[in-house]
Structures are given as C-alpha cells and as structure tokens.
C-alpha cells in the first residue's frame, strides 16, 4: 500500500515539476506584453528556445522583458537631456526656416532682375531689328 502511495506521489511531483517549468518560461512574455513592449514576440519564442536550453537563457529575458516600459521606452535617456536635445532640434529647425526663407526671398529677387534684363535684351533687339528695317532698301 505504501509502495502505491510513493508512486503516485512521485507521479504527481513530476507533473507538477513538467507544469511549472513550462509555466514558469511565460513569465518574461507576460511581462512584455503588459508593458507593451516592441519585442514582445521574439521574447516569446527565446523562452520556448530557453526550455531547450535548461532556461539558461531565462533570466536574460527577463531583464529584457523588464528594460522596456510603454510610458517610458528604454529609459536610457535622462528627461533632462531628453528635453535639451528637444529644444535644440527645435532651435535649429526654426534656424532652417529662416534660411530657407532668405534665400527663397532672394532667389525670387534674382528671378524678377534675370525677367527684367530679359526684357530689355528683348527691346534692345527689336530696336535692332527695326533700324536694319528702315536701313535696308
């Protein structure tokens, strides 16, 4: 009777090991997915790989699980130098818009001057052509 009752008890602990060893490689998935993270499936797959590999590679999925927050991202980043680098793209995008903006101004200044020189190019030549008009018999 007691040979039954340990075998039924080893049966039951090894299911119970099988069970939570596959439950257990979900964990860095489950977290991924609740911080939304952008590598959520290949997580996914690296910890069924990790069930081949004795979960070797487990606790580095769970880092990278970890790393990622939707509120946040890496969080590799200062807020402080975040914001600095913001407002210096910023000001060199309104920089750019003023250049732009100069040359645009003089390139239209340029267009209207070449327009007008064309112009009087133009007059020069049919004052030209109109004095060889009355000069030739």
């Known amino acids: ?6 075998l039924i008890l080893l049966i039951f602990v090894v299911i119970v090991i099988f ?6 490689h979900d964990i860095p998935y489950e977290i991924a997915k609740s911080r939304q993270h ?7 797959i690296a910890g069924w790989v990790s ?7 487990w606790p580095f999925l769970w880092i ?24 210096n793209l910023v000001l060199l995008n309104e920089q750019q818009k ?15 001057s070449l327009f007008e020189e064309i112009n009087q190019i133009k007059a020069q030549l049919a004052d030209m052509a109109a004095k060889e008009n009355k000069e030739t018999p």
């Open 38 to 44: 952008p590598h959520q499936d290949a997580i996914h």
């Open 19 to 24: 069970y939570g060893i596959i439950a257990i």
């Open 98 to 112: 003023t250049r732009l903006e100069k040359v645009e101004a003089e390139s239209t200044a340029l267009t209207i």
């Open 51 to 57: 069930l081949f590999t004795l979960h070797v590679i």
């Open 64 to 87: 990278w699980a970890t790393l990622y927050r939707s509120d946040r991202g890496w969080g590799m980043v200062d807020d402080k130098e975040e914001k600095a680098l913001i407002s």
């Open 1 to 6: 009777m007691l040979d039954y009752f340990a």
